[in-house]
């Protein structure tokens, strides 16, 4: 057990490294901030209220579509084109150790670009009084969310050794959980339910230029009110789980090819 934390661990701290020595990481990072900080903007009322942390939290989870692949391309798809995967694969290293190494460094680098975030925090205080519940259960439901996004990314990573390939086929793959519910309004009955339960996070409205916001319905929609839901909790640590199993299975593979 103490092996494998120390295994994991290395392979966090590579990919880390690798991250803040890439200008990658800073493109996407300014990229994700210039997003949320528009729909921040754009969602402002004059009361400084929820509305505005809803707005921001609309633009996190929609740009997270294409930032997570983004994060998580290269983790395995440049590891089979420089052929050092198949080193992985022979070394004591186990696959769910350098899956679960890969993914926490892609889950801190994630942190750290919500924790940018912040700053719209301090000036929602600074100028009114918002309510502290959404704003905690909002950015427990983006790391929620960034987390299964991350996980989908890096199956997806692992698929193929091309990046921008794994880039493509992570965003589709998380913009078919995410528009899933255009298919539920269209089947009705108990398979509209069931198929609804599978959206990843939720649509958005711009219906009012002052109150952009998640819709509702979602999985993420009671975290941007300041619910906390245990299903909507259960689905992204399944939805987690799922992908990274997934991910290991196909090393897995690899290994025995």
């Known amino acids: 057990m103490r092996t494998s934390l120390v295994n994991i661990r290395y392979i966090a701290l590579k990919e880390i490294r690798t991250y803040f020595s890439s200008p990658m990481a800073y493109v996407v990072a300014a990229a994700f901030l210039a997003i949320t ?8 009322s004059d009361a400084f209220s929820e509305a505005s942390i809803r707005g921001f939290a609309a633009g996190a989870i929609f740009f997270m ?3 997570s692949p983004a994060l998580t391309m290269r983790l395995l798809s440049e590891e089979q084109k420089l052929g050092t995967l198949e080193l992985l694969l022979t070394s004591p290293l186990r696959e769910i150790e350098i899956v679960l190494g ?3 460094a892609a889950f801190v680098m994630l942190t ?5 975030t912040l700053y719209y925090v301090v000036v929602l205080f600074a100028y009114g009084v918002p309510d502290v519940g959404p704003l ?3 950015y427990l439901g983006i790391l929620l969310y960034g987390g299964a996004t991350l996980a989908v990314g890096l199956m997806a990573s692992a698929v193929t050794p091309n990046q921008l390939v794994a880039l493509v086929g992570g965003a589709g793959i998380l913009t078919a959980f995410t528009v899933i519910d255009f298919v539920s309004q269209r089947v009705g009955g108990v398979s509209a339910q069931i198929v609804d339960g599978f959206q990843l996070g939720s649509s958005f409205s711009t219906a009012d230029p002052k109150s952009f ?6 999985h993420f929609a009671d975290f941007a009110r300041g619910i906390l839901s245990p299903g909507d909790i259960a689905y992204y640590i399944s939805l987690t789980v799922v992908f990274l199993f997934l991910t290991v299975m196909l090393l897995e593979m690899r290994r025995w090819r």
């Open 102 to 104: 890969k993914f926490i």
């Open 37 to 44: 900080g528009f729909f921040f903007v754009a969602s402002v």
């Open 213 to 218: 916001g998640v819709a509702e319905g979602g």
């Open 136 to 138: 905690l259960t909002g």
């Open 65 to 67: 579509i294409f930032l």
């Open 112 to 116: 750290i670009m919500v924790a940018g």
